[in-house]
């Protein structure tokens, strides 16, 4: 079954499952909430509306799991800033709802997986954090100590069981989990349809408007009127400013490896270094002799490495260098996380809205059990209940921890509207090998430059329609991605990944007096953005 996908590389998740495929939206219709997104955080909000009564539309720019789930390595871990952070920041009751929120999250798809009988290699089993020698101890005792007040089950350990190295001292946390991401997304998915819940994929939103008592999406499919709606698309794209200052997109790397079954521990393993790298098992379904060891990490912000390839290599290097039983490397992918600036997502009520548009992003690398967390808390606000994770987790909370990486941040994303100053990549189309993309200035214009496989030329506007950034070439997803805000555009322009709704401008490249061929979508400036 064919399934649209944001990117050119495969996970071994897409390469192991299948999703159910549903028709675009075709006309006018309404609900109790519209869900935009139908990854984790969509369907699973869905989900859990649909169990409490509201009719429920969930909609896809793509498709099912086609987003972000469908690349992450869908484990269940401790925060990615740790318990010693989050405590710093907002104090041990402030870490207490974050380990408490975790632990719900985990025991609420393990529950789901039970109660809708869905085959999605649940598992429960131990993480383990561990320091490399040059980083010192110290920080382990730290975080120790911090995830014992929050009521965390950890134990300090003086190395991590089973490995074939030794890992020195390590931080282990009971009771995590991992699963098969688009199996359960599957799944989901028809307890939803079986709860009444209607599904359109192909189908992109591209504006919320309305007020504290109706909402309406406008899509490319028609137009959705709504009490409430929930923008479960990674990245917010009805906020066009406020969120986007907040966090930031970063590209992270996945490599599979073959290794001997049961030669590595079923565990979670993550360590401190920089760049950090995360472990992982997979195991085929079906009497394979090997299971798949899932390794990533050399993370940078989006469109910020033309050439990301190498960063395969480096994991590669590492993976071997520390499980020497690693035989061929069977998958490479990438995906994109969303960074806050203090640490904690952003989930619950949009800032910029009324009281009934509800936002789930700034997965921090722990998008499995975020986005449960997410779905949890804004299923209950939209039902008008308490929950005490809302505050922690507000998405109109002001950056006051994590001031410094605020500043940083936004210093970078600054400094790259000064690409709009700069030369071009390449003087000439020429200058572009086969299957690759660069920046060509053509007098004031910045234009983003692809040369398919056949030679043929797709030039575009590299002007990126959400505020204006110019967009770099990804030859490893061969995508042109915004290095200020995080979207994502294939090589006819379309968006892959918000929060841009536009897609770039087509154009026309004239070279010595020569127009040559372009493909490409029209000029969009005088029709909406379409999906």
Known sequence: MLRATNGASTSVWMATSTVPEFPMLAGDIAADVCVIGAGIAGLTTAYLLSREGQQV??????????????????????????????????????????????????????SIVQREHIDCSFERLDGYLYALPENGFKELDKEYEA??????????LERVPGLSFDTGTCVRYGNQAQFHPLKYLHGLAEAFRRNGGRIYCGTRALEVEGDSKLQTVTTTGGNIQAKAVVVATNTPFNDRVVMHTKQA??????????????????????????????VRLETPDVGADYDILIVGGADHKVGQDTHPQHRYDEIERWTRAHFPMAQEVEYRWSGEVMEPSDGPAYLGRNPMDD??????????????????????????????????WESLYAPSRKVTHGLSDFVAEQANTLS????????????SVTEIPAGEGAILREG?????????????????????????????????????????HGSRFDTTGEVMHGPAVAALDATTLTHEG??????????????????
């Open 57 to 110: 539309v969930l909609i896809d720019a793509l498709g099912i799991g086609a987003g972000e789930t469908g690349r992450t390595t869908a484990h269940f871990f401790p925060p990615d800033e740790w318990y010693a952070d989050v405590e710093s920041s907002f104090g041990t009751d402030g870490a207490r709802l974050v380990g408490e929120s975790f632990s719900e999250a985990v025991s609420l798809v393990e």
């Open 147 to 156: 995830a014992r007040r929050a009521d965390v089950e950890v134990e300090l």
């Open 249 to 278: 997109g970063y590209r992270t790397y996945v490599i599979g490896v073959r290794v001997p079954r049961n030669s590595v521990p079923r565990i979670l393993l993550w360590d401190t270094g920089d760049p950090y790298y995360y």
């Open 355 to 388: 009281r009934n548009v509800y936002i789930i992003t700034g997965d921090s690398g722990n998008g499995m059990t975020h986005c449960t967390i997410g779905a949890m808390l804004v299923t209950d606000l939209i039902m008008g209940r308490d929950n005490p």
């Open 416 to 427: 790259k509207y000064g690409d709009w100053a700069r030369k071009g990549e390449v003087e």
């Open 444 to 484: 004031a214009r910045m234009l983003a430059v692809y040369r398919d496989e056949h030679g043929e030329v797709h030039a575009l506007s590299a002007k990126c329609t959400h505020l204006g950034c110019v967009v770099h070439w990804n030859s490893a997803e061969r995508s042109w991605d915004c290095p200020c």
């Open 514 to 531: 020569a127009t040559l061929p372009t493909t490409g979508h029209p000029d969009h400036r005088d029709r909406k953005p379409a999906h």
